[in-house]
């Protein structure tokens, strides 16, 4: 057997730090997460516990409808459905692939909101991200880019919103976690390229990998998968040295992951537990940007409150050792609280994965 079969053999008897995590906090609560089937897969586990046996796929618990996986991932459709109660998202423009990059409508866009972010509407771990955006050359190779890896060909434009990231994470209805996901900025000297400065990034030990597995917080970059294309739609290239001044996020990857479950407003925590029950998604993960600052006070309302604070997506399916492994602050028990609600362990919410429950209504955000 050659050393490169070994190293597959090897790699596919691990688990997933998301699944070794799942078993730590089940065997904390008494349960037990096995493997669901012979053929060792990381996608699913068999939960055990209180007379009960359930199977789960990663984060997905066993009540989540595929629906309300396929209507979360559609930025588009379900930012509409969030605005309708009133919660704060940014405007934005879809384009599909008939649409032309640098037609009126990309540059309206542009010239209405001066610096603009373009995503795949069905996007996912900040994957064809390019934030940023000033000019049309920029926005048109950013637009071909999303849509290339977006499913259905389709580009969404928005404002780009200043501050930070907060992820706020829901599982079985209620809010019980919150983090800041602070992004690896490459700064420009001139000098150093985007590849040697993420290779000195990779240096912290607090990055893991499939090939160095260890329950930590963060994944060691890799830098033609992160940032080739994204350079490439800047005009940028990744061997060579960034121009001085720039300052280019890597939207897929943490630079730190702080707790911040105290600090943030508890009427925020509402508005995550609202989202999520419009989408019927019952484990969730919210992303929403702007300063810290709009996030230690309660949301401001009106058709403008995007602008101080915004979802940005809700993620069916969430990272929740960003809680569990958080590079500042306190670990959150989100495992646990996950794997009580999969089990319906005492004093856990019950089954809520319905679509547009009868929360829905709840007038968050309206003033
Ligand atoms: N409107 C925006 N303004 C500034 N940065 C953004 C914006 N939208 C996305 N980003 C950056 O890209 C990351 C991923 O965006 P998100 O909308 O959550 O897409 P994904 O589905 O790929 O996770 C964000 O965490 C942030 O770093
Ligand atoms: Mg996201």
């Known amino acids: 057997m050659s050393a490169e079969h070994e190293d597959e053999g090897a790699r596919a008897r691990r688990w997933s ?12 609560l008494g349960a037990k997460a096995e493997p669901l089937s ?22 997905r618990s ?31 423009l879809l384009l599909d692939e008939g649409d032309d990059p640098r037609g009126a409508a990309a540059q309206g866009f542009l010239r209405r909101f001066g610096a603009v972010v373009v995503k795949p509407n069905w996007g996912n771990r ?9 000019e049309m050359e920029g926005l048109a190779r950013a637009i071909s880019r999303a849509q290339a890896i977006d499913r259905d060909e389709e580009a969404l434009l928005e404002p780009h919103l200043e501050g930070t990231n907060v ?61 080739a294309a994204h350079l490439e739609a800047l005009g940028l290239d990744l061997e060579e040295p960034l121009p001085a001044g720039a300052s280019i996020e890597i939207t897929s990857e943490e630079a730190e992951v702080i707790d911040r479950s105290d600090a943030i407003d508890r009427a925020w925590f509402e508005v995550a537990e609202a989202a999520c029950a419009r989408l019927g998604v019952d484990v969730g993960g919210v992303d929403l940007r702007g300063p810290l ?37 306190a670990p959150r028990p989100v495992f ?29 955000n309206s003033g």
């Open 17 to 28: 730090r998301t699944n070794l995590l799942i078993m730590q906090a089940a065997a904390r």
């Open 167 to 227: 992820r706020l994470t829901v599982i079985g209805g209620r809010c019980v976690a919150a983090a800041e996901i602070v992004r690896p900025l490459l700064r420009g000297d001139g000098v150093t390229s985007a590849a040697a400065a993420i290779a000195a990034l990779n240096e912290d030990p607090r990055r893991g990998s499939w090939a160095a597995p260890a329950l930590v917080a963060m994944d060691v970059i890799e830098a033609e998968e992160a940032m």
């Open 126 to 134: 900040g994957v064809g991200v390019t934030p940023g955006i000033r």
């Open 62 to 92: 066993p009540f989540l409808t595929q629906v309300a996986q396929t209507l979360s991932n559609n930025k588009k459709v379900s930012r509409e459905l969030l605005a309708a109660i009133g919660l704060p998202v940014p405007p934005d």
């Open 293 to 329: 600052a709009s996030f230690v006070r309660a949301p401001r309302g009106g058709a403008e409150a995007w602008r101080e604070a915004a979802i940005l997506e809700v993620n069916a399916l969430p990272a929740l050792h960003y809680h569990a492994l958080p590079t500042v602050g």
């Open 336 to 364: 646990e609280a996950f794997v009580a609600y999969c089990l319906s362990l005492p004093g856990a919410p019950g089954p809520c994965a319905a679509i547009g429950a009868a929360d829905d209504q709840r007038a968050v």
């Open 38 to 59: 012979q053929a060792r897969t990381d996608f699913f586990l068999r939960l055990r516990g209180e007379g009960r046996s359930v199977i789960i796929s990663k984060t």
